[in-house]
T-cell receptor, first 113, second 113 residues
Framework: KAGVTQTPRYLIKTRGQQVTLSCSPI?????VSWYQQTPGQGLQFLFE???????NKGNFPGRFSGRQFSNSRSEMNVSTLELGDSALYLC????????????FGEGSRLTVL | GENVEQHPSTLSVQEGDSAVIKCTYS??????FPWYKQELGKGPQLIID?????GEKKDQRIAVTLNKTAKHFSLHITETQPEDSAVYFC????????????FGAGTILRVKS
């Protein structure tokens, strides 16, 4: 079974631009979560989607948004990029609605200049 | 909300020795406690987990213990090998509906050969 796939793996943007990251979950998984990982803040929860509905949201500004499609694939968008948005963005999928088990992708490394 | 503290932040052991990483959590409603291993350039990988209805779980050289009364859980790695060198994260579910996890700050484990 293929794992969680995230694209692109690396990208460089400048301040003020916007970015869209994509995530394909493990086949059959309907829950997709997004995390931001930085050296200073560690792994921070962004949001979780289940069956196209956002179930939980972390403490991030409205510039961070996401969505999930009917095939469970998910995208997250960050608008008006700031230098502090440079991070590894991790997507994880889960086999159940409330199991807690998360299977992570390799991440998308975003650098904002 | 849930808060997870992890110690130590770095741990160096000689190959063949044991390594222990400890975490405490704050939300008494948490009932799922996974451990992740993250190697350089990769996403976190689930290595073992425990639910609140058991006190200990083993998988070959890895074991996890849980003390719900004290709200702490630990990862034990025996007979460490150089390939165990990585960053290890503990986590706890947030207690609300869904698959949200709150992560500890991580432990850098170095196994010296």
């Amino acid at each position: 079974k293929a794992g969680v796939t995230q694209t692109p793996r690396y990208l460089i943007k400048t301040r003020g631009q916007q970015v869209t990251l994509s995530c394909s979950p493990i086949s059959g998984h309907r829950s997709v979560s997004w995390y931001q990982q930085t050296p200073g803040q560690g792994l921070q929860f962004l949001f979780e989607y289940f069956s196209e509905t956002q179930r939980n949201k972390g403490n991030f500004p409205g510039r961070f948004s996401g969505r999930q499609f009917s095939n469970s694939r998910s995208e997250m968008n960050v608008s008006t990029l700031e230098l502090g948005d440079s991070a590894l963005y991790l997507c994880a999928s889960s086999p159940g609605a409330n199991t807690g088990e998360l299977f992570f992708g390799e991440g998308s490394r975003l650098t904002v200049l | 909300g849930e808060n997870v503290e992890q110690h130590p932040s770095t741990l160096s052991v000689q190959e063949g020795d044991s390594a222990v990483i400890k975490c405490t959590y704050s939300d008494s409603a948490s009932n799922y406690f996974p451990w992740y291993k993250q190697e350089l350039g990769k996403g976190p990988q689930l290595i073992i987990d425990i639910r609140s209805n058991v006190g200990e779980k083993k998988d070959q050289r890895i074991a996890v213990t849980l003390n719900k009364t004290a709200k702490h859980f630990s990862l034990h790695i025996t007979e460490t090998q150089p390939e165990d060198s990585a960053v290890y994260f503990c986590a706890a579910n947030s207690g609300v509906e869904g698959n949200k996890l709150v992560f500890g700050a991580g432990t850098i484990l170095r196994v010296k050969s």
